[in-house]
Nanobody, 115 residues
């Protein structure tokens, strides 16, 4: 499974960004897809996930601000990020968990929230 992210960039506090992640390869074995993030000097942390059946989970820090969605026809997952804060600054990684138990990662996309 290969994952390609897009949509990162620089945004002012309070602004919005939408990340996309397109999956290819052995997509029929993908169960859950999601997003993690990692800021400099910190550990990678969970942001949001969505299963093929549509079950969604969010980290407490992004609830009511971020929305994850999935288009199974396009093998793509999205992360709509609203009301962005400086502490949301990080490299955002797309993830895809396969039914085999393997976890796959994208290359990451930088999100910077700064005035």
């Amino acid at each position: 499974v290969q994952l390609v992210e897009s949509g990162g960039g620089l945004v002012q506090p309070g602004g919005s960004l939408r990340l996309s992640c397109a999956a290819s390869g052995d997509i029929f074995t993908i169960n859950a897809m999601g997003w993690f993030r990692q800021d400099t000097g910190k550990e990678r942390e969970f942001v949001a996930s969505i299963t093929r059946g549509g079950r969604i989970n969010y980290a407490d820090s992004v609830k009511r601000r971020f929305t994850i969605s999935r288009d199974n026809t396009k093998n793509t997952v999205y992360l709509q990020m609203n009301s962005l804060k400086p502490e949301d600054t990080a490299v955002y990684y797309c993830s895809a968990g396969q039914t085999t138990g393997q976890m796959n990662w994208g290359q990451g996309t930088q999100v910077t929230v700064s005035s």
